[in-house]
């Protein structure tokens, strides 16, 4: 106690009830009524006790037969492990990756094709842009020229084909036109 005097001041101050309580206990250690009558009952109960948790843990099941497992459940048991997906996932990205880094799709830089690959791809694919999306592609220069198409139309021809739809024209129309 005297190695331990300043702690007990320390709590003296800090909570004399505490100070007092502690010191009464080992002053004056009680023990509680009837204790060391019920003692040896209470020993002998938690014993009892014991053993029979222990034999409900013990069931006598009657030893049956291992099922034999073929080579082909193992196979089947073994590819369903969640890490056997994620390893074969991660290596499949692997693969890929590699293949992506090894024969780039696209060299570096910009595509050059030639006037000729553009055109040739415009005339086999020109029913899949519309004239306003081709006029926006062009520089202002040509989209600015006059362009006309020549055809290869008798006047008798267009006045046979007016002459026939002529009901269908709206006039307002041709007087724009003309």
């Not at 023990?31 to 009952?41: A, R």
Request: glycine share 4%; charged share 30%; hydrophobic share 40%.
């Amino acid at each position: 106690m005297k190695k331990n005097h300043h702690i007990q001041e320390e709590l003296e101050n800090i909570s004399p009830f505490l100070a007092h309580l502690r010191q009464e206990e080992i002053e004056n250690p009680k023990v509680p009524d009837g204790y060391f009558e019920t003692i040896e009952d209470n020993i002998w109960a938690r014993i009892k006790a014991e053993d029979e948790a222990e034999s409900w843990g013990k069931v006598n099941v009657p030893s049956s037969p291992v099922p034999k497992v073929t080579w082909l459940q193992r196979v089947k048991s073994w590819l369903l492990c969640p890490q056997v997906g994620v390893s074969f996932a991660l290596v499949l990205v692997a693969v890929f990756a590699l293949n992506i880094l090894v024969n780039p799709t696209v060299e570096e830089g910009n595509i050059v094709l030639t006037e000729e690959e553009i055109d040739e791809y415009l005339e086999e694919n020109i029913d899949q842009f519309s004239e306003s999306l081709l006029l926006e592609g062009m520089s202002e220069e040509l989209a600015d020229a006059d362009i006309s198409i020549e055809l290869n139309i008798d006047d008798a021809d267009i006045d046979a084909y007016l002459e026939e739809n002529i009901g269908e024209i709206d006039p307002n129309l041709l007087e724009e036109t003309w």
